[in-house]
């Protein structure tokens, strides 16, 4: 009678937790590749030559388990050279589905 009980909130919280860790490796994936994007447009001059380039870079390094590839969005500020990401990650729960932004954004002098 208590396995009844416990199971379905058990696999809940399971399912719950699998889904955050994806939704944090997105996030901490998106926020890597607009680092080194920005990074690369202000150390390295042969392979970020200008904005697209430095956008190419930064997809090179987005790693993240979302279904559409995130936008990247590349300026020239004050602060230095910056670079910001964002995507929609999806929870899908079989009835509904709930859609999340992540961004990420990075400034290298």
């Given at each position: 009678m208590e396995f009844a009980v416990v199971f379905p909130a058990?696999?809940?919280v399971v399912?719950?937790?699998l889904y955050a860790c994806f939704?944090?490796?997105?996030?901490?994936?998106?926020?890597?590749?607009v680092e080194q994007g920005s990074r690369c447009a202000a150390v390295n001059s042969s392979a970020c030559t200008d904005g697209p380039s430095t956008i190419t870079y930064a997809q090179?390094?987005?790693l993240g388990l979302a279904g559409s590839p995130p936008?990247?969005?590349?300026?020239?500020p004050s602060c230095g050279h910056n670079l910001?990401?964002?995507v929609n990650?999806?929870?899908d729960f079989g009835m509904t589905s709930v859609t999340?932004?992540?961004?990420?954004?990075?400034?290298?002098?």
């Open positions: 058990y696999v809940l399912i719950g937790g939704a944090l490796f997105t996030a901490t994936s998106l926020q890597y590749a090179s390094h987005y936008t990247f969005t590349y300026t020239t910001t990401a964002s990650y999806g929870f999340v932004p992540i961004t990420a954004t990075a400034c290298f002098p």
